[in-house]
């Protein structure tokens, strides 16, 4: 199948396209240099052109504190640039994913979230993506809203990242313990991505890593895997210098009869880990799509460490265009 990817230099985009060659795709793949989503002629005049048999949406201002002042250009990319996407692919014949977030969704729910829950989201970012979603689905049938969670990548700053680096400054790190959600890594997402446009089953889905923690007990594991050592912190949420509110538990699961699954969020940490380790290949997209067939291999195949639980985790009480990616830019939460 032929694949347009918009937001192709984000951290998702990139594993999308990766993954999507490694099935044998026809990619197309847009960074925001070479498509602007909130252009509308042009978005339409290039899907018109390629002729995609599916498009997939990551394209989106992902800096959830700097919306709150912005929201406006917020919205602009993520509803409305996800409304021009949606509009151009429905007149191409085309499928399209919008990716979307858990903070569509308040945080006072004790269970996790399914497609079926009421949304109301309590910040500027999660505003703007539930508008997306109105958007996209306004527009065409054909298409999959995909709420994801707390994505973290290669090449991009991520909560991973923002660990290991504090961790690694000797600390102590400060986390905190009362924000709930599911770490996703992009390459396990990506896969699941190209899985469901394999598929008819339009409307919602989530699609987040198995499990649920704290940024608290997320930190403690990726040190723990890692072999980093420093003094963790617990903190709370009302302690942190956050612009934006963040809700307290977007847990994610699916109320499909057939969910598409990914590992669980100790095994993302682990294959990000891994692939991190690995000399960096060329993973930048080209202009037209023309990214290098020299990516790295995402290896997907279960392991058993995935049932294994999160050692040293004591119960001490985070979707611009600017670069287009899905994961919370602000690293809420956490400093050192």
């Not at 020299?294 to 639980?309: A, G, H, I, S």
């Amino acid at each position: 199948m032929k694949v347009l990817v918009t937001g192709a230099g984000g951290m998702l985009g990139r594993d999308v396209v990766t993954v999507a060659r490694g099935m044998s795709h026809d990619v197309v793949a847009l960074s925001h240099d070479d498509l602007d989503v909130t252009d509308p002629s042009r978005v339409e005049r290039t899907i018109l052109r390629e002729k995609p048999g599916a498009v997939i949406n990551c394209a989106a201002w992902t800096a959830v504190d700097e919306a709150e002042s912005n929201e406006q250009e917020a919205s602009q990319v993520n509803a409305e640039g996800a409304g021009f996407v949606a509009d151009a692919a429905a007149k191409a014949g085309a499928k399209v994913v919008y990716v979307s977030t858990d903070y569509v969704f308040d945080g006072t729910k004790s269970s996790p979230y399914t497609e079926s829950d009421e949304t109301n989201p309590v910040n500027a970012y999660g505003r703007t993506k539930l508008g997306g979603e109105r958007a996209t689905a306004l527009v065409t049938k054909q298409s999959f809203i995909v709420r994801t969670a707390w994505l973290f990548g290669p090449q991009h700053e991520n909560f991973v990242e923002t660990m290991l680096r504090l961790g690694e400054g000797g600390g102590p790190v400060v986390v905190v313990h009362d924000q709930i959600g599911c770490p996703t890594y992009t390459g396990h997402l990506a896969t699941g991505l190209l899985r469901l446009i394999d598929s008819s089953a339009f409307g919602i889905h989530h699609m987040a890593a198995e499990g649920a923690c704290s940024r608290y007990e997320w930190a403690m594991e990726i040190f723990r895997q890692s072999g980093v050592v420093t003094r963790v912190l617990a903190s709370t949420t009302e302690m942190m210098d956050d612009r934006a509110k963040r809700p307290e538990n977007t847990a994610l699961a699916s109320g499909r009869e057939a969910p598409i699954r990914l590992p669980p969020w100790q095994r993302g940490v682990a294959d990000y880990l891994a692939r991190r380790a690995q000399p960096p290949a060329e993973e930048h997209p080209r202009k037209r799509g023309s990214i290098s067939r020299r990516q790295p291999v995402l290896d997907l195949r279960p392991k058993p460490e995935d049932v294994e639980e999160a050692a040293g985790q004591e119960a001490v009480p985070s979707e611009q265009e600017a670069e287009p990616e899905h994961e919370d830019r602000d690293e809420p939460g956490a400093h050192g």
